[in-house]
């Protein structure tokens, strides 16, 4: 258990690459953009959030959906907050099982058809790889973190994180294509206040390899399903 705290915390401690974040103060708070690079390009996908020593426990999060359709989830990536109860509805016209045994919240969700819903509850921070025992193809993250100041960047790199109050906070990102030894050493500090305020570029390596392929639930290969599988709705 230890040795999966620690990875978590390295993997979580970085900066991928924000170019600079700019506060739009209204009142006592700020909305932080930027935008996050890997080798040059921009890079979606990537999650920044802001921790504070001593923050007051945030309320009640809303809940979160994480969609299969066209064998697919929908986003590849969520951020939710500590607390957060996430729905995983079956969309596809096929049975799918949900699960997840690697890192983080571990459950098993078990085969269910098209127009049902599963639901997890995420109660704490972490990192879970989640997964389908029937696709393997299809592959998400959850990244729960404990404060409700994050942004995911978008297909241009753009983030996002609004409304934060004036204060010193730390600044973690996670990115997928990036090791947590690369990620652990781009940890930033940074002041949002009234006044202009950047963090300046801090860019992203990526590693050779996106991660390690993975099993089914049993820790065996995946089979190949036929048409006559009772795995398919045929409704």
Known sequence: MKTR???????????????????????????????????????????????????????????????????????????????????????????????????GRRFDLGLYPMGSMKRVMFDRPGLSRIFCNIHPEMTAIVVVTATRYFGVSDSRGQVSIPKVPAGRYALRVWYERSSPEELSHQTKDITVSAEFHSIGNVRLVESAILGPSHKDKYGEDYETPTPSSPIYDER
Request: hydrophobic share 40%.
């Open 5 to 103: 705290v620690r990875w978590w915390c390295g993997t979580l401690l970085t900066l991928g690459a924000i170019g600079s974040i700019l506060p739009e103060v209204s009142g006592q708070t700020a909305d932080l953009r930027g935008v996050a690079r890997a080798a040059g390009r921009p890079s979606p996908d990537t999650v920044v959030w802001l921790e504070a020593p001593n923050a007051p426990p945030p309320a009640t999060p809303p809940r979160a959906l994480l969609d299969q359709r066209n064998l697919t989830f929908s986003p590849k990536v969520l951020v939710v907050r500590a607390g957060t109860l996430v729905d995983f509805p079956n969309n596809d016209r096929v049975f799918h099982n949900v699960f997840s045994f690697r890192d």
